[in-house]
């Protein structure tokens, strides 16, 4: 056996990788917008604040016209100075609302 998938069955214990499969891996739980970001406010309260980034991208991802979901997520996008992203989900919901006060609030927040 190469030298590189003994390296790499060190890191992937099925050997799939070396025989040209993909790696086992769990599936993804279908979760709807509204667990993704329970889950995303929950990491938030963790300190996992990139976890619940990741989060809230799944939950946009799953429906995208949740504007409270994209508010939230635009919002912790700020506070973790992702400041174009964050720019980006404000936009988003600002397209739908444009009178929409929380967005416009948080947007000129940015500027």
């Given at each position: 056996m190469p030298l590189v998938c003994l390296v790499v069955m060190s890191l992937d214990v099925s050997g799939a990788l070396c025989r040209g499969e993909a790696p086992v891996t769990g599936p993804e739980p279908a979760l709807s917008a509204d667990e993704w970001a329970a889950r995303g406010r929950d990491l938030v309260r963790k300190g996992s604040v990139f976890d619940a980034i990741g989060a809230y991208d799944r939950a946009v991802a799953v429906d995208p016209a949740r504007l409270d979901i994209r508010l939230a997520y635009a919002g912790l996008?700020?506070?973790?100075?992702?400041?174009?992203?964050?720019?980006?989900?404000?936009?988003?919901?600002?397209?739908?609302?444009?009178?929409?006060?929380?967005?416009?609030?948080g947007y000129g927040e940015l500027l």
């Open positions: 996008l700020k506070e973790t100075l992702f400041w174009l992203r964050s720019a980006a989900q404000y936009g988003a919901v600002l397209a739908v609302e444009p009178d929409n006060i929380a967005a416009l609030m």
